[in-house]
C-alpha cells in the first residue's frame, strides 16, 4: 500500500493506457488532469494517515499482538484505526484535510508533464526496439529516461509549492491549529514570513527522490527484459510490458526516505506543532533531518501502513 503512495507521479503507470491515445492529444491530456485528480482525491485518506505517521503524531497507544512465529509484539495502529480516529475527531470530511491544495498540485503537475512533453516530443526520439543490439538499446533508454527525468523535474518544481501548502494544512491536525485554512490566504501566510524560497522547502530531496527513481527502475527493467527474460518464451512481451511497473514498485521502498524527507522539511520549523519539538527539531537542512532520522532508525518510518511495530523502548507524544 505504502510502496504504491511512495510512487512518483506520472513516471510510470500500468501497462496499457490505450483509452488515453486513443482519445488524441487534447483529449488525453483532459483526461490524465481528471484521471490524476480522481486517484489524488481517493488516495487522499491514505497520504494523510502516512503524512500523520511521517511526523510522529502517534495519538493512539500500541496494542499487543502476535508476529508469525506467535511471539508478542506491540503494534502501532494502522491505517484503518488511525481513520477511524480522524473521523472521530474530524468526522469523515476531517479525512480529506488539505486535498484542494493537492488537487491542485497534482493538476499543475499533470498539465506541466504535458506541456513540456508538446515541447520536447518523444516521436522526435528513437523507442528501444527488440531488434537493437545491446548498445543501441541501452542508448535509446538512457535518452528516453533523460527526457523523463526532465518531465518530472519540471513538473515538481511548479507543483511543489501547492505540495507544500497541502502538507501544511494536514498536520494542523496534530495541533489544532487553524494556521493554513485556504489556499490564497496559505500563500500570503507563506511569502510574509518564508519569503519565495518559503514554498520550496523539501524540493531538494523530493527531485533527488525522483530522479533516482527514475534512473534505478528504467535501467533494471532494461537490463532484466534484455538478459533474464527469453525471447523464445511465449509469454515474454507481456511480461516485458509490466517489468518496469513492478520495478517501479521495488524500488520506490529504496527511494522513501527523499519522500520523508522532503514531507519533514516542508512541515517543519513552519509555526505548527508538527513541525516543532518533541516531533522534531529545527533542522538547519534537509542533509541535517537525514542524519537526524538516521540516528533515531527512522528513515523508514511511515513506509508501512498495515502492520507497524512499534520501537523498542519508543515513547510517543500521547495527546
Not at 481513520?83 to 497534482?106: C, M, N, Q, W, Y
Not at 533523460?146 to 518531465?151: G, T
Not at 501566510?189 to 533516482?212: A, N, S
Request: charged share 15%; hydrophobic share 45%.
Amino acid at each position: 500500500v505504502a510502496a504504491m503512495a511512495a510512487l512518483p507521479p506520472g513516471p510510470l503507470s500500468p501497462p496499457g493506457g490505450g483509452a488515453a491515445d486513443a482519445a488524441g492529444p487534447e483529449g488525453a491530456e483532459g483526461l490524465f488532469v481528471l484521471l490524476g485528480a480522481g486517484l489524488a482525491a481517493a488516495s487522499h485518506p491514505l497520504l494523510y494517515v502516512k503524512l500523520l505517521v511521517q511526523v510522529g503524531h502517534e495519538p493512539l497507544p500500541p496494542t499487543i499482538g502476535r508476529n508469525v512465529l506467535g511471539r508478542k509484539v506491540l503494534y502501532l495502529p494502522g491505517f484503518f484505526t488511525y481513520a477511524r480516529h480522524i473521523v472521530e475527531v474530524d468526522g469523515k470530511r476531517g479525512l480529506f484535510r488539505g486535498l484542494t491544495p493537492r488537487l491542485i498540485s497534482s493538476t499543475l503537475s499533470t498539465i506541466t508533464r504535458g506541456s513540456v512533453k508538446k515541447a520536447f516530443p518523444l516521436e522526435d526520439m528513437e523507442h528501444v526496439s527488440n531488434r537493437d543490439d545491446v548498445k543501441t538499446s541501452l542508448r535509446k533508454v538512457v535518452r528516453e529516461t533523460s527526457h523523463e527525468m526532465m518531465m518530472q523535474c519540471v513538473s515538481r518544481l511548479v507543483s511543489h509549492p501547492l505540495h507544500v501548502i497541502s502538507m501544511r494544512c494536514m498536520v494542523q491536525f496534530v495541533g489544532r491549529e487553524v494556521k493554513y485554512s485556504g489556499v490564497f490566504s496559505a500563500i500570503g501566510r507563506i511569502f510574509k514570513e518564508e519569503g519565495i524560497l518559503g514554498f520550496f522547502v523539501g524540493l531538494v530531496p523530493h527531485i533527488l527522490g525522483d530522479v533516482i527513481f527514475l534512473w534505478c527502475c528504467n535501467l533494471l527493467a532494461h537490463f532484466i527484459n534484455t538478459y533474464a527474460v527469453d525471447d523464445n518464451f511465449s509469454q515474454a512481451s507481456v511480461i516485458r510490458s509490466y517489468t518496469k511497473f513492478v520495478m517501479g514498485i521495488a524500488v520506490s521502498m529504496l527511494t522513501y526516505p527523499f519522500l520523508l524527507v522532503g514531507d519533514l522539511m516542508a512541515v517543519n520549523n513552519c509555526g505548527l506543532r508538527a513541525g516543532l519539538p518533541p516531533y522534531a527539531p529545527a533542522f538547519a537542512s534537509w542533509i541535517h533531518c537525514w542524519r537526524y532520522l538516521s540516528a533515531q532508525g527512522q528513515l523508514f518510518r511511515g513506509s508501512s501502513l498495515l502492520f507497524r511495530r512499534a520501537p523498542i523502548a519508543a515513547s510517543f507524544p500521547i495527546d
